[in-house]
């Protein structure tokens, strides 16, 4: 998958579906929420072309990836964003005709989402882990109760004394 999406990020000539969808989650999501609406969980899926035709664009023309998300709000409200795109910078925008619905109401319908003048952050993070430090757990006794004391005991054994 990783092999995959490194294609995708390598394309010249062009627009790759994963990276369309991935970066139309990600501004749908921040455009929905700047609208208010409490976004539970939204995914997008990319289509190359327009529906028509297939086959990769000659260099004169624009290469157009449909766009098709669903999800659901905070109140279990349904979430579809559609549209095509012509341009994406990856994670931080897309380009071309997008429509929002909640609920069946909709709540915008632009030419584009995120900044594009904005440098492509990195698509994937590998998560970081911190082992924790251990210490051992030392006891205090609640305020008023009284410390553990150390107690030691002593055996003498005493022999008789002659002439006793």
Known sequence: MLAAGAAVACQPAGLGSATVAY??????????????????WLTCTGGQGDGGGGGSPSPAETTVVTVDCRGE??????????????KAVDGACVRGDLKAEVGGRQVFRVNGLGDCAARPGPTYRPPTYRLPT??????RPPAGEPRPTVT?????TVWPVPGK
């Open 73 to 86: 709000t905070d109140d279990r409200r349904k979430i579809v964003v559609t549209g095509r795109v012509t």
């Open 152 to 156: 030691v005991t002593v055996t003498r």
């Open 134 to 139: 251990y210490r051992p757990p030392t006891y």
């Open 23 to 40: 970066t139309t989650d990600r501004t749908a999501t921040a455009a929905l929420e700047r609208r208010h609406v409490d976004v539970n």
